[in-house]
DNA sequence: TCTAAAAATGAGTGATTACTCACTTCAATT
DNA sequence: AATTGAAGTGAGTAATCACTCATTTTTAGA
């Protein structure tokens, strides 16, 4: 929790907050992450947060304007540099290997993407039922990782590291094993045993027998 | 919507339920699906379903109760057979290769699924929020289908069709490619246009590049 | 056709909901 | 020290919530 303090503290003192706001958005994240936006109240929210509820009002018009306050720019500042930084640098830094590659994709944020497993869970959840953020999620996200991913992917077709299968599924099924095995392992079966490294290598492995080209 | 009245009339039949009451799961199913549990309330769901809203209580003591006797004989009449009768099936059939057999299971259930999808997203919307739920999902059928398709697994292993990784990693990146298209294909993004069958075709290839053992 | 049990009703319950607003406190500038 | 605008407050509001219960309607066996 002190991490994730941190990262919001990161995310969000762009804008000047005060203590309180920055209380309210921490406690709406723990509040909506446990109970779900449409079970959770405001006034629970508030007191949570120590504050009370009409402050929650004073910055945000409705309790959904609270819950897009803090999906949407996470969208943006937390998913974005995922893909920006992590995929630039790969483009920059040019791995030899598709397997270096996944593995240092995969490593290098997995456990960012624990910290904020909160807000992620918020966002799959609510993705269905509000469309603001389905269309923000598509627009921002999914359009931006498959451009960059199947840039990366032709690349390495071009190198013959990679089968002929078009560039999108190639996408589609790599992001699947990943975002499958996280899903799985920290949102419905967190309370299983499980051996990340050799899940994570497992996985690896599998994709690149999926796609990989046979020396 | 009528095949899928056809389908719960099946599943429900064994206990002799009124009209009313068949009205009501119906309409509670398409309420928990469209809007979510906790957004859903019961004044709606006996609007909805034609009925006073006191006739719900009749039989349900809470609305909780309600998405419980929903869910939990769903997850055993409706998951169970995909693994007991197809894997069964495919246990007698005995197919000569993998792809075969998976061609089978996916195409075999997915207009199912398809059906039953208001279900299924009640399903992956609350287990995360309810215990009961979530421990029913894993005794009935995370276990069962795990047991099952890793018999299923080690027999085609032993024919020499997989490679020797652990069946139940098989298991487990199998099912979540499966589910992973599925996942994306109906409830992410269903407003986008698919090629069903050739994407269901890349998924087993994928799958059998992974696992399978090259000739 | 009569009767008794089951099914269905809908007005009514207190609790909780998201949200408002008149008011107070705080912080910064002059 | 005075002023001012923003931040914060919490009692209050109408609406809605899940749920109850006395009553009526329907069903089915004699």
Redesign the pocket.
């Known amino acids: 929790m002190t991490e994730e303090e941190l990262m919001l503290q990161q995310l969000f003192d762009e804008d000047k907050l005060?203590?309180?706001?920055k209380k309210i958005i921490v406690a709406a994240i723990e509040t909506f992450s446990e109970k779900g936006y449409a079970a959770?109240?405001?006034?629970?929210i508030a007191k949570k947060a120590g504050?009370?509820?009409?402050?929650i009002?004073?910055?945000y018009?409705?309790?959904?304007e609270l819950l897009i306050s803090i999906v949407a720019p996470l969208m943006t500042k937390f998913i974005a540099p995922i893909v920006v930084k992590d995929f630039n640098k790969v483009l920059d830094r040019e791995f030899e290997t598709v397997e270096e590659f996944l593995r240092a994709t995969i490593e290098n944020r997995r456990d960012l993407l624990i910290r904020m497993l909160p807000v992620v869970k918020i966002m799959f959840q609510e993705i269905p039922f509000q469309p603001e953020l389905r269309e923000q999620f598509f627009d921002l996200i999914v359009k931006n990782i498959f451009i960059r991913v199947e840039k990366v992917i032709k690349g390495y077709q071009d190198k013959g590291l990679l089968i002929d299968m078009p560039p999108e599924s190639i996408a589609r099924l790599t992001i699947t094993n990943i975002l499958g095995f996280l899903f799985s392992r920290y949102i419905l079966f967190p309370h299983l045993e499980w051996d990340d490294e050799l899940e994570i290598e497992r996985t690896i492995q599998f994709i690149m027998h999926g796609v990989g080209k046979k020396d």
Chains 1, 2 share one sequence.
Do not use: I, M, N, Y
Not at 18 to 21: L, R, V
Not at 40 to 44: G, H, K, Q, R, V
Not at 51 to 55: F, H, L, M, P
């Open positions: 005060t203590d309180k706001q959770s109240s405001t006034s629970e504050v009370a509820e009409g402050t009002f004073r910055h018009k409705t309790k959904k």
